[in-house]
């Protein structure tokens, strides 16, 4: 074998490695140091909770709020939503986050609160009520399954909400 050849290898195992590291799911503390919420201002929150999501995006392959960069993206955003409440996109975000993290009633809770949705926001929104009328209806909680799949259908009409309508007698 040449040099070179045992060069791209020992390039490759490290590359493989790296990845393999990236793809960790694990709830190990983030590499960096994580700073408190409650010692930011609400804008430095929500920039934070930002880049906490673009690094939770690449590290996991699953999005989890248990999830330490999740987590520190969520929390962040609920600070700078929680700090300035008249702040729409500090709440959109949060409960773009909720979503994301599959944190559904929160979510749902977030998309009532922000009031009028644009298309992209309802199409979050209506996920959020159909993951909750599913959950109502394994339960066998027929009221709260409706009340869900309208408020969902509300927002954007999917397949999902209408399966979830057949289904309620």
Request: aromatic fraction near 12%; avoid cysteine; hydrophobic fraction near 45%.
């Amino acid at each position: 074998m040449t040099n070179v050849m045992k060069k791209i290898l020992m390039l490759t195992a490290f590359a493989l490695t790296g990845l393999a590291a990236a793809q960790d799911t694990s709830t190990a503390p983030a590499p960096m140091p994580m700073t408190a919420p409650a010692s930011l201002s609400a804008a430095e929150n929500y920039v934070k909770a930002q880049e906490y999501a673009v690094q939770a995006d690449v590290a996991y392959p699953v999005s989890f709020y248990d999830r330490t960069l999740w987590k520190a993206a969520v929390d962040h955003s609920y600070f700078a939503a929680s700090m300035e409440a008249t702040n729409r996109d500090y709440n959109a975000y949060l409960a773009q986050l909720y979503t994301k993290t599959q944190w559904w009633i929160n979510a749902y809770n977030a998309w009532v609160r922000l009031g009028d949705l644009n298309d992209t926001e309802k199409q979050w929104a209506s996920l959020s009520a159909a993951k909750l009328a599913y959950l109502a209806l394994q339960r066998g909680d027929t009221e709260m399954t409706r009340m869900y799949v309208e408020k969902g259908m509300a927002w954007a009409d999917s397949e999902s909400l209408q399966s979830i309508m057949k289904r309620l007698p």
